[in-house]
């Protein structure tokens, strides 16, 4: 269990020590890119000031991450079977998901205000294809012999759907919550970025000259990205320990 983790300890030590020794080596100015102790440094002499906006963060990101992978799923559902609904639907989804997300952020503020609003769907907007994409690849894609053993033994379209379909689709969804972890992370820090009284993006814009501070936040937004696709993939092995 241990030795599981030994790799990407390794890899995060050996990219802050590329980090430091080219800070060293190059003669960066610490306002350009701070050394890690700096980070360090940063970080400790304001650690609550920095895990309040942290929480703020966290809680936009995990907020709208349900809200897709409840509404993701469903459309996916939808669109898997009903090839009406499909032909409809699609085409507008391609066409929304090809328009640069930043296009939308001036425009949530307006209608949403600077509270939570625009940045929670900012993190829909960012990873809600992936999930409906994997969605219905998935419960397309379930192996035919499978539902005709299901239609065979008489089951309904219920129970072919929960009993067979689903379950083979769930690696597939799984897949496209995954991908869509680090996009809701993203997608909170561009909204914060926009407009905002509160969150790392907030910290990041309002760092100035402290270049460190800013670092130190980045560095909390790569942490609670880990994290959270960490525990997608712990919930990911509970669900489908044959996978």
């Given at each position: 269990?241990?030795?599981?983790?030994?790799?990407?300890?390794?890899?995060?030590?050996?990219?802050?020590?590329?980090?430091?020794?080219?800070?060293?080596?190059?003669?960066?100015?610490?306002?350009?890119?701070?050394?890690?102790?700096?980070?360090?440094?940063?970080?400790?002499?304001?650690?609550?000031?920095?895990?309040?906006?942290?929480?703020?963060t966290?809680?936009?990101t995990?907020?709208?991450?349900?809200?897709?992978?409840?509404?993701?799923?469903?459309?996916?559902?939808?669109l898997?079977?009903a090839?009406v609904?499909?032909?409809?639907?699609?085409?507008?989804?391609?066409?929304?998901?090809a328009?640069?997300?930043?296009?939308?952020?001036?425009?949530?503020?307006?209608?949403?205000g600077?509270?939570?609003g625009?940045?929670?769907?900012?993190?829909?907007?960012?990873?809600?294809?992936?999930?409906?994409?994997?969605?219905a690849?998935?419960?397309?894609?379930?192996?035919?012999?499978?539902?005709?053993?299901?239609?065979?033994?008489?089951?309904?379209?219920?129970?072919?759907?929960?009993?067979?379909?689903?379950?083979?689709a769930?690696p597939?969804?799984?897949?496209?919550?995954?991908?869509?972890?680090?996009?809701?992370?993203?997608?909170?820090?561009?909204?914060?970025?926009?407009?905002?009284?509160?969150?790392?993006?907030?910290?990041?814009?309002?760092?100035?000259?402290?270049?460190?501070?800013?670092?130190?936040?980045i560095?909390l937004?790569?942490?609670?990205?880990?994290a959270l696709?960490?525990?997608?993939v712990?919930?990911?092995?509970?669900?489908?320990?044959?996978?």
């Amino acid at each position: 269990m241990i030795g599981r983790f030994v790799p990407p300890v390794l890899a995060g030590a050996a990219t802050i020590g590329l980090w430091w020794l080219a800070v060293v080596a190059l003669r960066i100015e610490s306002y350009v890119i701070p050394a890690p102790p700096a980070v360090a440094a940063a970080f400790a002499r304001l650690p609550g000031y920095l895990l309040r906006h942290a929480g703020v963060t966290l809680l936009e990101t995990v907020q709208g991450f349900a809200i897709t992978a409840v509404g993701g799923v469903a459309l996916g559902t939808l669109l898997a079977t009903a090839p009406v609904v499909s032909r409809a639907v699609y085409p507008v989804l391609v066409a929304l998901n090809a328009v640069p997300k930043l296009a939308f952020a001036p425009l949530l503020i307006i209608w949403l205000g600077f509270g939570p609003g625009p940045k929670i769907v900012m993190v829909v907007l960012m990873c809600f294809f992936p999930v409906v994409l994997a969605t219905a690849t998935g419960l397309t894609s379930t192996p035919a012999e499978l539902v005709e053993l299901a239609r065979s033994l008489a089951a309904s379209r219920w129970k072919t759907f929960t009993r067979v379909r689903f379950p083979a689709a769930l690696p597939q969804i799984m897949l496209g919550l995954k991908t869509a972890m680090p996009l809701a992370v993203i997608g909170a820090l561009v909204g914060e970025l926009f407009g905002a009284g509160a969150g790392l993006g907030f910290v990041i814009q309002n760092a100035g000259a402290d270049t460190a501070l800013a670092f130190a936040a980045i560095a909390l937004l790569a942490a609670m990205s880990i994290a959270l696709f960490g525990l997608l993939v712990t919930i990911e092995r509970r669900l489908l320990p044959w996978e």
